[in-house]
Nanobody
Framework: VQLVESGGGSVQAGGSLTLSCAAS????????MAWFRQSPGKERAPVAS???????KYGDFAKGRFTISRDNDKNTVELAMNSLNPEDSAMYYC????????????????WGQGTQVTVS
């Protein structure tokens, strides 16, 4: 099981970025997939998740600005982020878990290495 994030970088406030997570090693179509983020000195926080049916769930700060999507044929999950502000600067992590049959929960078994997002 391997999760590899990409798409991070530096962007000015108000700008957009799309993060991508490529999953390999297992068919992920029935798994919950999620994005988390962590800034220095802060706890890791859930950004968004998407269940096997494609139903998304967002953290309050992400609602209306971020969109999570998945492509089960390609084993990828994306996070499109708009209207970014400096508070969105963080390491963003992709996560996956096979254990949720319906709604995605808070705990994830598999994690990627992260991709850095910096908003100035």
């Amino acid at each position: 099981v391997q999760l590899v994030e990409s798409g991070g970088g530096s962007v000015q406030a108000g700008g957009s970025l799309t993060l991508s997570c490529a999953a390999s090693g297992h068919p992920y179509r029935t798994w919950c997939m999620a994005w988390f983020r962590q800034s220095p000195g802060k706890e890791r926080a859930p950004v968004a998740s998407i269940d096997r049916y494609g139903k998304p769930k967002y953290g309050d700060f992400a609602k209306g600005r971020f969109t999570i999507s998945r492509d089960n044929d390609k084993n990828t999950v994306e996070l499109a982020m708009n209207s970014l502000n400096p508070e969105d600067s963080a390491m963003y992590y992709c996560a996956a878990d096979p254990g949720y049959l319906d709604e995605c929960g808070p705990s994830y078994t598999y994690w990627g290495q992260g991709t850095q997002v910096t908003v100035s």
